[in-house]
């Protein structure tokens, strides 16, 4: 009887650890290769270093090199494959030449996370076209063109991760931010599209939709303790995000655990959109 009991506790552990062992290869991200545009800092540091603790080479891209290398540097120490791709993601050769790069080193690339961004905020009236075109050649633009150039490598594997950076603000709408709004709103649909032309590959194309997270971005309105606690009381979780909070569904959308869904946005905000 008693060995019986015994026999049993160790199926029951051989079972559990290979579900266990099953359920992690379904997020394990060992030997990816991936491209993180806008990585230097903020939430595309934060997915960098999400994919990379997956176990993906991370190349962090931003336009100085120097701040890259110290950033890549330190999650070296912490024990991650990171190496630096500076680039300015307006700038369609630069960003050729760079990703030409990477898959020369490393003979693929499997994840593009196109996450550079900017943000302009002014009323309506003050808005000029320079100010629409900077932030919809950055926002919409570079992420339009780099996703022909990543999709070269990602046919020829059969294999791929297409994510984009986009924002609540392509469902909900404010005031001031209208170029940001239309270049968000704008990715939504390339998602869409980019979703449709290449599942055939094996490429999916997803969107993260952030709400409010603390980051250089929103440095300025971080400022005010009144706009601070409206948002919070309008987020049933009660604060703003923190970078590391996207880290999960990154590694999701890159991994094979997402190998079905495609086209799609996964919000990511506290709870703020379902409020009324
Ligand atoms: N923070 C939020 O609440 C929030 C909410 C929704 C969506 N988002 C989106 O999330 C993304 C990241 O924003 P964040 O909040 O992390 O902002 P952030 O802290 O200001 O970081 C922006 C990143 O983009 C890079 N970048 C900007 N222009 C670039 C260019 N032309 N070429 C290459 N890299 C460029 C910056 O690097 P360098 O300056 O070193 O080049 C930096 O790494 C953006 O697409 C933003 O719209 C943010």
Redo the contacts with the bound molecule.
Sequence with gaps: MKQEREQNCVDQFARRHSSLTAGKALFSLDGRVALI?????????AMAEGLGQAGATVAI????AD??ETVASTLRGRGLEAETSP????DHHAAQVAIDAIVARHGQLDILVA?????HRAPLDDWTSVDWDRILT??LK?CFFLAPQVAVSMRRQGHGRIIF?????SVQARGGIHG?AAS?SGLVGLTRSLACELGEYGITCNGI??????????ASVLQSEEYVARLNSRVPLRRW?Q?SDLAGVAIFLASDAASYVTGQQIVVDGGFTTTI
């Design positions: 545009t806008g990585g230097s800092r903020g939430l595309g540091l891209n931003g336009r100085n701040t890259l680039f300015d993601v307006t996450n550079a961004g900017i943000i950055t926002n570079a950076t986009t924002s609540i603000v940001y968000k939709c952030p709400g409010y997270f603390e980051t250089e971005l929103t995000g970078p």
